[in-house]
């Protein structure tokens, strides 16, 4: 009776390095982790021992038999990432070697930032003996997307924010709240006090949508914030007067939202939804979210993780052919079959998963899809994240990165960027530590590599 891992998993990899048998995976060091939706548990070779459950920061594992209803579709998730077969490698997944510097002395590193990218970085950085870190946040409250981003009703993945209470306490760890680099201090202020500067300030601006009648539209990341209490979107206002409300984009941000408007605000009550925004919700007359995706089903941005927890919490509906067309990979083929397994919605509100709907234009009553007006009072984009440029450091505004080597900021000295900024907004909150461990090396073998060329 194997152990699975479930919704909230964050894809940290903990439990990989618990196991005693190898068998979660993908592990960090094999080349699908990046794009993994989640980490899975092979049932043919656990051996049941619990080590993973103690590991797991957001209680994503469980045993089987106690998998709640809406957990079961996770024991086939699960077991079909290994139907093909797969190279376990070593019984013991491969722990990655301690760090050393050398002959440096133990480093001081300024860290841009107080999300998960800076947390696993800093945690990282202070297993050198003697390390410290001071992490500058330009908010009055750390940890980033983990606390502004995460919906409120997913409290088992807000739980990573104890696993970043944990890092805080260590010796060696300072965190500068209300600081913003760039405005209260600069970069070479940075440098000057520390050996190395790394940058880790997320993607914090919206793509934006580029249709008629879209300036000025509300984003998902406005209406996040709001409902998250971020100090930036506290004071929007959302017209949640009409019956209808649209959502341009079907990633796993828009489903966090659509579940929001259509949740029983009671059930919201009992979470840490910022205050006002509970109260407005509790005003709404909103009875349908349309979730609009220009291309079908089988391409859906969301995870199969979000789409069973949008089921799980709310009626959900689809307006698109859910036939398979054959070839699909696995995420793809799960995706079809659970959209096509889910139940006919029933009384109150519902999120409605339409597909082949691309918007030609925003007017003062909803979405035009060609000539079909969508009426809504609400519509929102959510289209994905983009970086601002960063001050004093190169930036790629195409991709919304800055330019680096490993996590080494090209053309620049003793600079490191780790998370969105490096990578794009992409990933989950643990895929940032296998990024920060990345950018830490490389930091750490320069700081060795930088002695003898000093003395
Ligand atoms: C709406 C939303 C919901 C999500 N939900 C989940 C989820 O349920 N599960 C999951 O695994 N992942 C989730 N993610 C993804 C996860 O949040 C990201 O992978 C992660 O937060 C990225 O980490 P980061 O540290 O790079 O950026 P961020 O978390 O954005 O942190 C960047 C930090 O830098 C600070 N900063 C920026 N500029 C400066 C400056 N100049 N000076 C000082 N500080 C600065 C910012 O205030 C912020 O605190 C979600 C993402 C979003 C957008
Ligand atoms: S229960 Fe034990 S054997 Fe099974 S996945 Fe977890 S750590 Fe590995
Ligand atoms: S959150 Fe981390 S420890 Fe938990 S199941 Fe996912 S990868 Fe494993």
Redesign the pocket.
């Known amino acids: 009776m194997p152990h699975v891992v479930t919704r909230s998993c964050?894809?940290d990899a903990n439990c990989v390095y618990a196991c005693p048998v190898n068998c979660i995976h993908p592990t960090p060091d094999e080349p699908d982790f990046a794009t993994a939706e989640m980490l899975y548990i092979d049932p043919a070779a656990c051996v049941d021992c619990g080590a993973c459950m103690t590991a797991c920061p957001v209680g994503a594992i469980r045993p089987h038999s106690v998998l709640a209803p809406d957990q079961l579709p996770f024991l086939e998730i699960n077991a079909d990432f290994y139907k093909g077969g797969r190279d376990r490698g070593p019984v013991l997944a491969r722990v990655p070697a301690p760090l050393e510097v050398g002959e440096a002395a133990p480093p001081r590193v300024a860290i841009?930032?107080?999300?998960?990218?800076?947390m696993y970085a800093a945690d990282e950085i202070l297993t050198i003996p003697g390390a410290s870190v001071d992490l500058?946040?330009?908010?009055p409250v750390?940890?980033?997307?983990?606390r502004f981003?995460?919906?409120p009703d997913?409290a088992d993945?807000r739980r990573v924010a104890g696993t970043f209470d944990v890092i805080a306490r260590q010796d060696g760890f300072r965190l500068h709240l209300g600081?913003?680099?760039?405005r209260d201090l600069t970069h070479a202020d940075l440098l000057a006090s520390h050996d190395a500067v790394v940058y880790?300030?997320?993607?914090?601006s919206d793509r934006r949508l580029d249709l008629p009648g879209a300036d000025g539209l509300g984003t998902a990341?406005e209406f996040?914030g709001w409902y998250n209490g971020h100090p930036d979107h506290a004071g929007h206002a959302f017209d949640l007067s009409h019956r209808r409300a649209v959502i341009i984009g079907n990633g796993?941000?828009a489903l966090?939202v659509a579940r929001i408007l259509t949740l029983d605000p009671e059930d919201l009550a009992a979470t840490d939804i910022a205050p006002a925004a509970l109260a407005v919700l509790r005003e709404s007359r909103i009875e349908e979210v349309v979730v609009l995706a220009r291309r079908g089903p089988a391409d859906s941005a969301f995870t199969s993780s979000e789409l069973l927890g949008l089921a799980a919490a709310v009626n959900v509906a689809v307006e698109g052919d859910l036939t398979d067309p054959g070839g699909l990979d696995t995420a793809a083929a799960r995706k079809l079959a659970l959209l096509a397994g889910l139940t006919a919605p029933g009384p109150g509100a519902r999120v409605v998963l339409r597909y082949r709907s691309a918007p030609t234009a925003i007017t003062p009553d909803g979405v035009l899809i060609g000539d079909d007006l969508l009426e809504a009072g609400l519509v929102l984009s959510s289209i994905g994240?983009h970086a601002r440029p960063v001050p004093d450091l190169p930036f790629d505004e195409a991709t919304g990165t800055v330019p680096h080597e490993k996590g080494r900021v090209t053309g620049t000295d003793r600079t490191y960027v780790?998370?969105?900024?490096k990578r794009g907004p992409n990933?989950?909150?643990?895929?940032?530590k296998t990024c920060a461990r990345e950018t830490v090396r490389t930091l750490v073998a320069d700081l060795a590599a930088r002695v003898p060329a000093l003395s």
């Open positions: 964050c894809n841009v930032g107080s999300g998960p990218a800076a500058y946040e330009r908010l750390p940890y980033g997307l983990a981003g995460v919906a997913h993945t600081v913003e680099i760039g880790a300030v997320g993607a914090a990341t996040v796993n941000v966090d994240y780790t998370g969105w900024i990933g989950f909150i643990g895929t940032n």
